[in-house]
Every structure is written in structure tokens, then in C-alpha cells.
């Protein structure tokens, strides 16, 4: 039942997509496809996970259907701010302030100064183990500092991560000004943090933005820079530790460990704090109060869970 479910919401999606915007590939049915083949690896591939109930595919059910319904009502509106030259408009015309971009830049370099300390440390007694580096960042990040996180973690990578969104659509139009301290950034966060996701933003908004500017005649791809994040990116996975995991075992640990996760959390609903202690909206609208939260916390030593 659960795969004839997905497979005739994926084909609707592509039907409707098809009808509406005469394409068949669009943000919609990617998330369906994205969606649909994580709930069948997780459904129905034999791996040492928790299989989840029924139930949890019922919530990705009615998210897809959600998603697709939005995207399509908004894509059929022929509002201007949607238009393709509009975005490319908006996207390609407006001037970036470089020396803004520069003094946020060395802002984050100094938030992130502490933790690449440590990292770095961390690294030569371990013989440049980046896993090590993720453990020992992770233990801080548990360790119960939310004001030194916020302000060591949360703040440099957005800036690093929007940083790297600019650097990505100015290389597109073969401006290369800030390519090099974003690359800088990204790499030093790397290191800091043992993490990839820096690496595979940057190869995300590179190609995001030739899809989306792709009309535009002055845009253009070069494999190569992708070709070389690749490596980066290989190199840093391995750098990491290579478990006995398979390939296709690996797959669908990252593709619907996700799923198998959710059903831990409901099992144990205590322990994820989802019991009888209601947040009201807390967790859903947190990145407008965690900010004030965390000054209050610092100012007045409130003991406010965040």
C-alpha cells in the first residue's frame, strides 16, 4: 500500500507539474522524487535501522501533497516577483557592497578564531584526524554553552554560508572578487568544525544558480570548479574514517535514517522532550526568540532552556 501511495503521488506530482508550467522537472517534483525513493529505501531496503510505522510515512504523505500543492498555486500566479527576468533581474543587477562583505568576513574570522584554535589542536594530536575534530566539536556543542555556540558557530557559519551564496552567482558571471575569501571561509570552517556541509552549499549554489540564471546568455558553468569541490569533498569523507559499511548501506543510512530516526524519537518521546512539556511554538518560531533568549541568558544568568 505504502509504495503504490508514493508512486501515484510522484506520478500526480509530475502530471500536474507537466500541466501547470509545461515542465516536468521543477523544485516540486524533485522534493517528490527526493522524498518518495527515501520512504521506499527505508520501507522496504533491509538494513539494521528501526523500521518505522505506517504512520510516519502517513506525515511524509501529506508533506508532499502540502509542498506540491503551495509550489503549484504560487508558480500559477502571474505575479511579477516570480517572473524569470524578474529574478534574473534581481539576482544579476543589484550591486554587492565588496568591503561590506569584507568586514563581515573578518567579523567571522574572529567569532570563529576560538573554536579553529582548538581544531587545530585537535588535529595535530590526532594526526589530522578531521573525524576527531567533529567529535570534539560535537561535545562542545552538547556541552550546555548556547551563548558561546551561538555566537562561535551559528553567527560565522551564516555569514561564511551567505558569503558563499554571493562568491557562487558572482563566479557564474566570471566575477572572481570575493571567490577567494569565501573560499578561505569555507575551508577554515571546515577545518574547524570537521563538518562538509560548507564544501556542499558552495557546489549547491554554484549549480542552483546556473539552473535558475541559465537564460541569461553572460552566465556560464565550469565543471571544473565543481569537479574540484568534488575532490575536496571525497577527500574530506574519507579523511574522516571509512566504516565496513557498504555503498548501498551507506546510501540509505543518509537517505532514510531520517525516517527510522522520527520512529526512535516517538518511541522514546520522553527523552526527545516530547511529552507531557508542550513548547507552544517555541521550537517552530525559535529563530526569532532564541536570539533574545541567549542575551537575556548572558546578562541576567536566567535559566531559560534554549
Do not use: H
Amino acid at each position: 500500500m505504502i509504495f503504490f501511495t508514493y508512486i501515484i503521488i510522484a506520478v500526480i506530482s509530475v502530471v500536474f507539474t507537466k500541466v501547470l508550467t509545461n515542465n516536468y522537472f521543477k523544485p516540486n517534483t524533485i522534493f517528490t522524487f527526493i522524498w518518495s525513493i527515501s520512504g521506499l529505501i527505508s520501507k522496504y531496503y533491509n538494513s539494521e535501522l528501526l523500521q518505522p510505522r505506517n504512520e510516519i510515512y502517513a506525515y511524509t504523505f501529506v508533506m508532499i501533497i502540502t509542498f506540491n500543492i503551495v509550489y503549484l498555486l504560487l508558480v500559477r500566479k502571474k505575479d511579477k516577483y516570480l517572473s524569470s527576468e524578474n529574478l534574473n533581474s534581481v539576482l544579476l543587477n543589484k550591486k554587492i557592497n565588496y568591503n561590506k562583505i569584507y568586514v563581515v568576513l573578518a567579523i567571522a574570522f574572529i567569532l570563529i578564531s576560538p573554536n579553529m584554535l582548538n581544531s587545530i589542536i585537535t588535529l595535530m594530536n590526532s594526526g589530522f584526524s578531521l573525524s576527531e575534530v567533529r567529535k570534539s566539536y560535537l561535545a562542545l556543542t552538547y556541552s550546555g554553552d548556547f551563548v558561546y555556540v551561538f555566537l562561535t558557530n551559528n553567527i560565522p557559519v551564516a555569514i561564511i554560508t551567505a558569503v558563499s551564496l554571493l562568491a557562487a552567482l558572482d563566479l557564474l558571471q566570471g566575477k572572481k572578487k570575493i571567490l577567494l575569501p569565501a573560499i578561505l571561509m569555507v575551508l577554515l570552517g571546515t577545518i574547524t568544525f570537521g563538518g562538509r556541509y560548507l564544501i556542499l552549499n558552495f557546489i549547491i549554489f554554484y549549480v542552483a544558480g546556473f539552473i535558475v540564471l541559465k537564460r541569461n546568455r553572460n552566465i556560464k558553468i565550469k565543471k571544473k570548479y565543481i569537479l574540484f569541490t568534488l575532490v575536496v569533498l571525497g577527500y574530506i569523507t574519507f579523511s574522516r574514517g571509512v566504516s565496513e559499511t557498504s555503498f548501498f548501506d551507506m546510501f540509505a543510512l543518509y537517505y532514510s535514517g531520517s525516517f527510522s530516526y522520527l520512529e526512535l524519537m516517538l518511541r522514546d518521546s520522553y527523552s526527545f522532550g516530547l511529552g507531557d512539556n508542550l513548547q507552544f511554538g517555541y521550537l517552530t518560531l525559535g529563530f526569532l526568540f532564541e536570539p533574545l533568549v541567549m542575551i537575556l541568558k548572558f546578562l541576567f544568568r536566567f535559566n531559560i532552556d534554549v
